[in-house]
């Protein structure tokens, strides 16, 4: 399960898919398709022919926020929706693309953790089977800058792979 910040306004909100039509998933899907959980290394429509394997995108927040910066309330509001995904799919890895989306993780219920730390790469084990995985969001403004790379971002799926088997 991959979970971002909030629908893009001039991606995933005019598209109908997350990360579809937007810069974030210029990078995302490429990232995707490299390690296999993507047939197809772009997404620019809900009709593209994308198909995901063993991967659910999802969001903290249902609309796209003012800004691009969604406030308490309106994450407080959403919280339930992404539990409700999280029982439903009951998903082996966490992705967190993001500060915000790491902090929504630690307050759904069971993941609460005061010591753990957001970081881009850190991986904190919950249990046996089930760990959460920290990654820089893939946008514009960490992608056009160098505070997330190609390399950086590859290597989180390679890791995300080597935790699933």
Excluded at 2 to 13: E, K
Aim: charged content about 20%; glycine content about 10%.
């Amino acid at each position: 399960m991959v979970i971002g910040l909030a629908p893009g306004a001039h991606g995933s909100n005019r598209t109908g898919r997350m990360f579809t039509g937007d810069g974030s998933g210029d990078f995302l899907f490429p990232a995707l398709y490299k390690a296999g959980y993507a047939d197809q290394s772009k997404s620019k429509s809900i009709n593209d022919g994308l198909k995901l394997t063993n991967l659910f995108l999802t969001a903290v927040c249902r609309c796209a926020p003012p800004e691009n910066k969604p406030d308490k309330i309106e994450m407080d509001s959403c919280q339930q929706y992404l539990k409700a995904e999280i029982d439903l799919i009951q998903p082996k890895v966490y992705v967190v693309l993001g500060r915000i989306a790491f902090e929504r993780m630690l307050i759904t219920g069971s993941l609460h953790h005061n010591k753990w730390i957001f970081k881009h790469g850190a991986i904190y084990q919950l249990d046996k089977l089930h760990y959460l995985v920290c990654s820089y969001h893939p946008s514009r403004q960490n992608t056009q800058t160098g505070r997330l790379t190609k390399v950086m971002f590859d290597g989180i799926w390679s890791e995300i792979k080597g935790l699933l088997k």
